[in-house]
Nanobody, 112 residues
Framework: VQLVESGGGLVHPGGSLRLSCAGS????????MSWIRQAPGKEREGVAA???????NYADSVKGRFTISRDNAKNTVHLEMNNLKSEDTAVYYC????????WGQGTQVTVS
């Protein structure tokens, strides 16, 4: 099983980034997928999630700014992040499953 994130980087406040996560080795299409972030010195925070039907939910802190989507044909999940703020700085992880069962290695997002 592999989850590989990409798209992180350094962006100014108000800017945008699009994170992608490619999954392999499991039945991606039936899995609940989520993006979870961890900032230095803080606990992990669920940012956005999408189920196999395409239903989504978001943390209050990112509602209206972030959009999660999935492409089951390509086994990918994306996180479109707009109007980024300094408090969005964190390592962003892609995760599969409700527990979750599988994690990616993370991608750094720095807003400064």
């Amino acid at each position: 099983v592999q989850l590989v994130e990409s798209g992180g980087g350094l962006v100014h406040p108000g800017g945008s980034l699009r994170l992608s996560c490619a999954g392999s080795g499991f039945r991606f299409s039936i899995y609940y997928m989520s993006w979870i972030r961890q900032a230095p010195g803080k606990e992990r925070e669920g940012v956005a999630a999408i189920n196999s039907f395409g239903d989504t939910n978001y943390a209050d802190s990112v509602k209206g700014r972030f959009t999660i989507s999935r492409d089951n044909a390509k086994n990918t999940v994306h996180l479109e992040m707009n109007n980024l703020k300094s408090e969005d700085t964190a390592v962003y992880y892609c995760a599969a499953g409700l527990d979750p069962n599988y994690w990616g290695q993370g991608t750094q997002v720095t807003v400064s």
